[in-house]
């Protein structure tokens, strides 16, 4: 045996999988509640504990191991740029790219107001940018200026205007604080940069974060960096696309993950048009490219989810479900309350059972709505014309669900169903008629991993364990 073992610690669950190099299997998979608040190889080693009664091999088989984590909310950024549309939003992409949540995001100057948010909010890195090479340089260097005269103790990564960086720089440098330089995120009004601030933000993760949470011991056992979860899944899904040497992938995808913080969006599809006649705006979009719906956790999010939603929209959405199913017995208002301050809560009823159903399909289909891209018409002196904004999904091949909902939930084909196209949302880009699969046994994160250094065996691996739903009368 050749056995890859690969850590996941999350923020609720330390997950670990064993993968076989020659016979290129998954030996087993097992999971044990994370100790962030005490020290976190104490869940590590209850879970390879539990991973050794799932499967058996011998630890001198183990030839290689991998980690990422997502403890302690993960790796968290504040965003501060010029024009929200723009720069700010290129920022944003670098920062998600790389893995991170973006806490807050601020526009334009900031002033005093802003400094206490971004404060308060305690983030690993704060992110500064803002203006084109050979634009705007005042808005910089004012929120260099704002950012070095405040309590922010976090790392602080300038990736603007580069005429100003050097400036904004030293500013930063004189209030104390940690400044690192990369490029301008957006060097041209037509062109977005982002690989050279991800690949900082990554090494900052790596060098002050994984300190701060107390992942020093991991990182020793598993003799190699940590790298941020969600950076683990973006690399899987481009490698389930795009496939690896001689193992094919699978087509263009969209990868829906369900959590009970966050709803993450991943897709991997050319940039294009609806038609060659539709005129194209915003800011260019990535080909491969992640969202995170801070907003949209099936339990620590479940009250807004309601609030967005509304009761009546989750009853519909029960009612679809199981038309049999007395609409009294579910009260979505009562248990979105339940499960909001009690996020460890499991379904007790069929009724509860149905209204966490309800929860995931409803954050499935706002979330993808928000990452895939919209149709808007428009007159001109021509007659109507349709504008592009964001990323057309409609032709993606392959939808692909991960995470408890799908693995541990019921019905998860309804789930994944929300994630395409819809006629109740005819401007959303989302895809048409994909090929859908659940990944069986949450193990994407592990294929990423995996996929650093044997990326055709992590690719056959992952394929093993893509099963196939049918969502054709889910809708």
């Excluded at 002033?111 to 803002?130: N, T």
Aim: negative net charge; proline residues 5%.
């Amino acid at each position: 045996m050749q056995v890859c073992l690969m850590i996941d610690f999350g923020s609720t669950y330390t997950k670990v999988a064993a993968m076989d190099l020659e016979s290129e299997a998954l030996l087993g998979r097992a999971q044990s509640p994370t100790t962030i608040e005490t020290d976190i190889t104490d869940g590590l080693a209850k879970a390879l504990e539990n991973l050794a009664e799932a499967c058996d091999f011998r630890p001198e088989d183990v030839i290689r191991r991998y980690a990422c984590s997502s403890a302690a909310g993960g790796l968290k950024i504040a965003a501060v740029g010029l024009v929200p549309e723009l720069t700010l939003k290129a920022a944003q992409r670098a920062a998600l790219g790389a893995g991170a949540k973006i806490l807050c995001a601020y526009g334009y100057e900031i002033d005093k107001e802003i400094v206490g948010e971004i404060e308060a909010h305690r983030c690993d890195i704060v992110l500064l940018c803002g203006g084109t090479d050979g634009g705007n340089k005042n808005v910089i260097e004012h929120n260099a200026e704002m950012l070095a005269d405040s309590a922010i103790a976090c790392p602080i990564l300038v990736c603007g205007n580069r005429a100003a960086t050097h400036k904004a720089k030293d500013i930063l440098e004189t209030g104390g604080k940690r400044v690192y330089t990369a490029k301008n995120v957006l060097p041209a009004i037509d062109r977005v940069e982002v690989e050279p601030a991800q690949a900082l933000i990554r090494d900052i993760f790596i060098d002050h974060i994984v300190k701060a949470k107390g992942l020093g011991k991991a990182k020793s056992f598993v003799q190699r960096d940590i790298i941020p979860t969600p950076m683990a899944s973006l690399w899987a899904a481009a490698l389930l696309a795009d496939g690896a040497g001689s193992e094919p992938g699978i087509g263009s995808l969209l990868v829906v993950e369900v959590g009970g913080a966050t709803t993450n969006i991943h897709s991997v599809e050319d940039i294009k048009g609806v038609t060659p006649q539709t005129v194209v705006k915003g800011l260019p979009e990535s080909r491969v490219s992640r969202t995170v719906e801070g907003d949209m956790g099936i339990r620590y999010n479940a009250r807004t989810i309601f609030e967005i939603a509304g009761a009546g929209c989750l009853s519909e959405c029960v009612h679809s479900l199981d038309p049999a199913f007395p609409a009294e017995a579910a009260d979505p208002d009562a248990y979105t309350r339940l499960v909001g301050e009690h996020v460890g809560h499991v379904p007790q009823n069929e009724g509860e059972a149905l209204l966490d159903i309800a929860l995931a399909k409803t954050s499935v289909g706002i979330a993808t709505q928000r990452h895939a891209g919209y149709l808007k018409p428009e007159f001109t002196a021509i007659g109507e014309v349709f504008i592009q904004y964001g990323k057309n999904l409609l032709d993606v091949r392959n939808v692909i669900g991960t995470g408890g909902v799908f693995k541990y939930g019921k019905m998860p084909e309804a789930v994944l169903a929300s994630a395409v196209f819809s006629e109740d949302a005819p401007w959303s880009l989302r895809p048409r008629t994909p090929n859908a699969w659940v990944d069986s046994e949450y193990i994407l994160y592990a294929i990423g991993l995996l996929s650093q250094e044997y990326p055709e065996a992590a690719l056959r691996i992952a394929k093993k364990h893509l099963k196939p739903v049918d969502i054709s009368g889910e809708a």
